[in-house]
């Protein structure tokens, strides 16, 4: 995934956060935004004016519900789509570049989050990536049809063919609909062979599943 950064002091150090639960990012792949709560409409305009560099992070809950704990990894990244409609909100697309650790939030005056990232042990994200040792497309299809049969989805399977490993297994990571906790898990793997073996495995769980409900990996 080339990108402007080589390594994790390329980039900023202290990043704006859009928590957003259900939302992934992950690097390479793009998240499309529709931003109309003036905070982030704020937020949107100040990045803008600088590196264009947005942290996408999950909660955890807590007391507080207007200021909700922050999950501790998140994916930072840089606006490259950017609309302003007429009713004054914005459409963006994020392009994920990095994975970060928050290393702590900052007391700040802006009306959105700001935290300090620490990006070292995710720097691997900012090379190209590396598809998985022995990826065997037929039963990851395999299991990605019995899932999508079972939720009553459907995907273009031409492109799911053909489609390299990396931007397969990522690109299903962010748009199936799994639960908050899923998507963090799919999120926090270290490697991408690590992401691909837990998207196995939510796939099979949820084709195992009777409609009761969803299941929860956490």
């Known amino acids: 995934m080339p990108t402007g950064y080589r390594k994790a002091s390329d980039l900023p150090q202290v990043i704006p956060v859009f928590p957003l639960d259900g939302a992934l990012l992950l690097p390479g792949g793009q998240l499309p935004l529709n931003i109309f709560e003036p905070r ?14 947005i942290g996408m992070v999950q909660t955890r809950g807590g007391d507080d519900e207007a200021r909700p704990m922050l ?8 606006v490259t789509s950017f609309a302003e409609t007429s009713d004054g909100r914005y459409l963006v697309t994020l392009t994920g570049v990095c994975r970060f650790h ?25 090379q190209e990536g590396v598809v998985p040792d022995a990826f065997e497309r037929t ?3 395999s299991a990605l049809r019995r899932y999508l049969d079972h939720r009553g989805l459907d995907i273009d399977w031409a492109s799911a063919e053909g489609a390299p490993a990396d931007a397969l297994i990522n690109s299903l990571s962010m748009a199936l ?5 899923e998507k963090q898990l799919l999120l926090e793997a270290l490697s991408l062979a690590d992401r691909r073996d837990a998207l196995i495995a939510l796939l099979e769980i949820d084709a195992a599943m009777d409609d009761d409900g969803p299941p929860s990996i956490q």
């Open 40 to 53: 982030y409409l704020n937020m949107f305009d100040d990045v803008m004016a600088g590196e264009r560099m």
């Open 71 to 78: 999950a501790p990894v998140g994916c930072v990244g840089r």
């Open 102 to 126: 928050i290393g702590e939030e900052l007391p700040v005056l802006t009306p959105y989050r700001q935290v300090r990232a620490r990006f070292a042990t995710f720097e691997a994200d900012l």
């Open 139 to 141: 039963p990851f299809l």
């Open 177 to 181: 609909p799994f639960e908050p906790g």
